[in-house]
């Protein structure tokens, strides 16, 4: 499926999704960019930083329960990649996208985060406020 | 942009495109399939016919104020693409993306909408709501 992105993008997303499959996040700041911004669906307002990013990624994959990756969407540079999830939190359903924009070293420089629907993106904000609020006091805002 | 897809997706989405700018949706009907579904951004449970997909795309653009698209994603066959929209509903600015599925005709299949943040997902929840809930009367499920 990545057989249309530049080689420093694949190799990242390789990473990625070899992250997920073992849930084990201690190489994510690997394949960050120092000032990467975080947009979550919840707020508008972004989050600026490694930390911040490597924080509510290897957060929100410990709330999701039965996460799967489906289609991969990638703009025509291919440094622009969509990733269609599905997911539950509790007993809701959802779906969900990462888009992810990388810089010419495979680096992300953001990720961005839609889910649906309403209920299940109440469910995963609550869940992420009670582990989050304490480090990012605004993740509610 | 549109380089990469299939010659009948290019054509319904330059289609598509032109009655955004018009906000003339009298053609939509044309590149929808007889029996398409609409994944709402508030609801789980999608809705199937294109008489629901014309009413509710065609609902939409008229609450949407600045509504502009940004990125376009396509998958690897061109018949999935996604398209990166900003908008605001009110004094609520949102971001969007429509995830597309076409069939080999170029007809739309699946149409598919995610929406952040809450604040912004929950203004056009409501307007939807007040506009559509005589029509289709689980669109706030």
């Known amino acids: 499926m990545t ?3 530049p080689p420093a993008v694949a190799r990242s997303m390789e990473t990625w999704h ?3 499959e073992r849930r ?3 190489d994510l700041a690997s394949i960050i960019h ?3 911004t ?3 669906p919840m707020a508008f307002k972004p989050y600026h930083s490694r930390e911040a990013v490597v924080l509510i990624l290897s957060t929100v ?3 999701f329960e039965n996460f799967t990756y489906h289609r991969q969407f990638a703009d025509d540079d291919g440094l622009n990649v969509v990733l269609e999830f599905s997911a539950g939190v509790g007993d809701k359903s959802l779906k969900g996208i990462d888009m ?3 810089d010419a070293d495979g680096l992300i420089t953001e990720f961005e985060v839609m889910i649906r629907p309403l209920n299940g993106l109440q469910a995963l904000g609550a869940q992420m406020g009670a ?3 304490q480090y990012l006091p605004a993740y509610k805002g």
């Open 24 to 26: 084990d996040f201690a």
């Open 100 to 102: 992810i924009r990388f």
């Open 131 to 133: 582990r989050l609020a």
């Open 18 to 20: 070899g992250m997920i």
């Open 61 to 63: 994959i410990t709330i």
């Open 34 to 36: 120092p000032e990467a």
């Open 38 to 40: 975080f947009r979550s």
């Open 3 to 5: 057989a249309t992105l």
